[in-house]
């Protein structure tokens, strides 16, 4: 209640000039590269050509963009978007909040508060909301984590929170699928759970992607070796001991700990060369 009071009695800021939803055509809507990002570069090409073939309103959102005065409007939010629309013929016109006539520093400040004020999903986030999307990979990833029981955090959790049987390697798990695909990743999760059934920090990116790469290219090797394997060090172990191999041999941390596999689990006349930037 205390709080409540505070906050009311709080000074409140001046809301300022209030803006206006309209619609325009998207080759009326600006972008100035002197303060925002450009969407020229690779990423931005890639970005605008997914939402180009995957346009969809209820996704679209509103552009923010302040009044220029001529009948065009300088985007300070939403550029991307806007320039999706503009290369499909089908959309004639985009919903704008218009904010009246601002100076260039005032349209920089807009676009940072904007940018630093929003709350970005983190890729736990991502993944749980694409489950309930019932995007495929991620229902084929849910599906084989509850079946070998690991749980993917929902939120990046603190060390005092940390919990066995848990994992914030998302990135690593889609890897993995993607690379090696749905059989590699239940074998290479359950190998991680027998090793480290109990401790709370071991589902770690670097394991899991080295365990995968041993196992995607040797698929008659046996789970249970490689499982006694892992158990003689915990991850973060592992992980020094492979990044000073990689080091030593030029190879990545991944391809370092994937190639002690081959070296400790396989014959030595199976073994690879060891190969320059591996993994």
Request: aromatic share 6%.
């Amino acid at each position: 209640m205390a709080d409540d009071v505070k906050r009311d009695e709080a000074p409140l800021s001046d809301p300022g000039p209030k803006p206006r939803l309209e619609f325009h055509p998207p080759d009326k809507l600006m972008i100035d590269e002197r303060y925002q990002r450009s969407v020229s570069t690779k990423r931005g090409k890639q970005l605008i050509g997914r939402l180009v073939e995957e346009f969809y309103w209820p996704f679209f959102g509103v552009i923010i963009a302040t009044d220029n005065g001529d009948g065009t409007f300088c985007v300070i939010d939403g550029q991307h978007r806007a320039e999706a629309a503009r290369q499909r013929a089908d959309i004639h016109s985009v919903p704008v909040m218009v904010i009246e006539e601002m100076s260039l520093a005032e349209q920089a400040a807009a676009f940072v508060a904007i940018n630093e004020n929003r709350v970005r999903l983190n890729g736990l986030q991502v993944h749980h909301a694409k489950v309930r999307a019932g995007d495929e990979t991620a229902v084929a990833i849910d599906a084989i984590c509850r079946e070998v029981g690991l749980t993917i955090y929902r939120n990046i959790p603190s060390r005092q929170h940390l919990k066995a049987g848990h994992t914030m390697a998302v990135g690593a798990v889609y890897a993995v699928y993607e690379t090696h695909g749905p059989a590699v990743l239940r074998r290479v999760l359950a190998c991680m759970l027998k090793a480290y059934p109990d401790t709370a920090d071991d589902l770690r990116a670097i394991p899991i992607k080295a365990v995968a790469a041993y196992l995607g290219t040797n698929p008659q090797a046996d789970d249970a070796s490689v499982v006694r394997f892992l158990r003689r060090r915990d991850s973060e172990s592992w992980q020094e001991a492979a990044r000073t191999v990689g080091k030593n041999e030029g190879i990545t941390t991944v391809g370092a700990l994937a190639q002690m596999l081959v070296t400790e689990l396989q014959p030595a006349a199976e073994q690879p060369a060891l190969e320059r930037g591996a993994a």
